[in-house]
C-alpha cells in the first residue's frame, strides 16, 4: 500500500555504499517558533551546508510525510489523532508551540527520517543526514510533553 517511493539516484555496484543521504525540506521552515526552536536553526544549517559544497556531494532524497502505520509503530491512535488535530489539541508543555502548520512539518520531519534509515538499511545508502524539523524530543509514545 501506500505511494510510490520517489526516485533515488541509483550508483554502479559497490559504489552505493560510499553514498550519503540528505533530506531537507523548506516546508518544515512553517512550523512555529519559538524562543528555543526556530526555523533558522535549520535554514542557517542548510545555507551553511551549501557554502561548503557539501550537499552536492550528497544525494538529495527527496522528503515525505511519515504514514499513519509508520507513527502507530511507536505511537498511541490517541496521539496520532491529537497531531492531525493540531494546533487545536491541547500541548501539555509550555515551552510548546504549534500553527496550522505543525501536523505536517512534524509527518514530514518523521516520513523524510524514516525514508533515510530504511535506505540505509537497505544498502543504497552508506550514510545519511536529515535536517528536520521540529526535532520530536516532546513526542511520547501517547503524549506531547
Same mark, same amino acid.
Request: a neutral charge; glycine letters at 8%; charged letters at 20%.
Given at each position: 500500500? $501506500?505511494?510510490p517511493?520517489?526516485p #533515488?539516484?541509483?550508483?554502479?555496484?559497490?559504489?552505493?555504499s560510499?553514498?550519503c $543521504?540528505?533530506?531537507?525540506?523548506?516546508?518544515?521552515?512553517? %512550523?512555529?517558533a519559538?524562543?528555543?526552536?526556530?526555523?533558522?536553526r535549520? +535554514?542557517?544549517?542548510m545555507r551553511?551546508?551549501?557554502g =561548503?559544497?557539501?550537499?552536492?556531494? *550528497?544525494?538529495?532524497?527527496?522528503?515525505?510525510p511519515?504514514?499513519?502505520?509508520e507513527?502507530? =509503530?511507536?505511537? +498511541?491512535e490517541d496521539?496520532?489523532?491529537?497531531? &492531525?488535530?493540531?494546533?487545536?489539541?491541547? &500541548?501539555? /508543555?509550555?515551552?510548546? #508551540?504549534?500553527?496550522?502548520?505543525?501536523?505536517?512539518a512534524?509527518?514530514l520531519?518523521?516520513?523524510s527520517? #524514516?525514508?533515510?534509515?530504511?535506505?540505509? *538499511?537497505?544498502g543504497?545508502?552508506?550514510?545519511?543526514?536529515? =535536517? #528536520?524539523?521540529?526535532? $520530536?524530543?516532546? /513526542? $511520547? %509514545?501517547?503524549?506531547?510533553?
Amino acid at each position: 500500500g $501506500g505511494s510510490p517511493r520517489p526516485p #533515488v539516484r541509483r550508483f554502479p555496484a559497490g559504489e552505493s555504499s560510499q553514498a550519503c $543521504g540528505f533530506i531537507y525540506d523548506g516546508a518544515m521552515l512553517e %512550523h512555529a517558533a519559538c524562543a528555543v526552536e526556530r526555523p533558522d536553526r535549520i +535554514s542557517s544549517v542548510m545555507r551553511h551546508l551549501e557554502g =561548503l559544497k557539501l550537499t552536492a556531494e *550528497c544525494v538529495r532524497v527527496p522528503a515525505r510525510p511519515c504514514t499513519a502505520a509508520e507513527a502507530r =509503530l511507536v505511537h +498511541s491512535e490517541d496521539h496520532w489523532e491529537r497531531l &492531525l488535530a493540531l494546533p487545536d489539541a491541547p &500541548l501539555t /508543555a509550555a515551552q510548546m #508551540v504549534a500553527n496550522e502548520h505543525t501536523a505536517h512539518a512534524s509527518r514530514l520531519a518523521t516520513g523524510s527520517v #524514516v525514508e533515510l534509515t530504511d535506505l540505509i *538499511c537497505r544498502g543504497e545508502l552508506r550514510s545519511g543526514f536529515a =535536517l #528536520v524539523r521540529p526535532p $520530536g524530543h516532546h /513526542a $511520547g %509514545h501517547s503524549s506531547m510533553q
